[in-house]
């Protein structure tokens, strides 16, 4: 099956920084990449995702980039805020059928203002 | 409109209680359904899916099981609870927005086993 490697586990950074985090997978089927954000006593929800036919996506201070080859995809935070501070999730899937995502550990990202 | 529900939102139960934690998904028809928890604030754990009525996969063996006794109901049982069940329990459904792949996910429900 499907494993996924999260790093790191936690990072800290002090606002207007940037802040990467980034994930391997094992099955080269595997065809969507969603990233998923979780803030303190809340459930996660998705920030953005990639599909496998394309090699990044950005959405204003957010960016995924995929590399298929190597099979690993990373999220970019540009400007980070206090904000965004939470646990952030990568994941991923074969869409279509009976779609069951694999999840990363998890990284939690603290924001110092 | 099309939202997914879950309760309730927050559960002290003794050792050796049953639990019922319910999960319904509106808007949508035969969507895929997941029960997943966390402990320790961190990593979501898959406990089960459901791609239809009846139709529950388990991804780790345990006290717990879960029922879809109808299309858009999720429940999540134990006869008797252990202390490590203790978690946020989390139910989500892929049926939203179309089966774009993105899972939903309901507001948790926090579960204190003492």
């Known amino acids: 099956g499907e494993n996924v490697e999260q790093h790191p586990s936690t990072l800290s950074v002090q606002e207007g920084d940037s802040a990467v985090i980034k994930c391997t997978y094992s099955d080269s089927a595997s065809n969507y990449f969603p990233w998923y954000k979780q803030e303190l006593g809340k459930r996660p929800q998705l920030i953005i995702d990639?599909?496998?036919?394309?090699g990044e996506k950005k959405d204003q201070r957010i960016a995924v980039t995929l590399n298929k080859t190597a099979k690993h995809f990373s999220l970019h935070i540009t400007e980070t805020q206090p904000e965004d501070s939470a646990v952030y999730f990568c994941a991923a899937s074969i869409k279509g059928g009976s779609y069951i995502p694999t999840f990363g550990r998890g990284t939690s990202l603290i924001v110092h203002p | 409109s099309q939202t997914i529900h879950q309760w309730p939102a927050t559960l002290v139960q003794p050792v050796g209680s049953p639990l019922s934690l319910e999960c319904t998904v509106e808007?949508?028809?035969?969507?895929?359904l997941y029960w997943y928890r966390q402990a320790a604030g961190r990593g979501l754990q898959l406990l089960f899916y459901?791609?239809?009525?009846?139709?529950i996969s388990s991804e780790v063996p345990q006290n717990l099981s879960a029922s879809r006794p109808q299309d858009r109901q999720f429940i999540l049982s134990s006869k008797k609870l252990l202390l490590s069940d203790s978690g946020f329990y989390l139910c989500?459904?892929?049926?939203?927005?179309?089966?774009?792949?993105?899972?939903?996910f309901g507001e948790g429900s926090r579960l204190t086993v003492l």
């Open positions: 990639i599909r496998s036919n394309v």
């Open positions: 808007g949508t028809s035969n969507p895929n």
């Open positions: 989500a459904t892929s049926g939203l927005a179309g089966n774009t792949g993105e899972l939903f």
């Open positions: 459901s791609v239809g009525i009846g139709q």
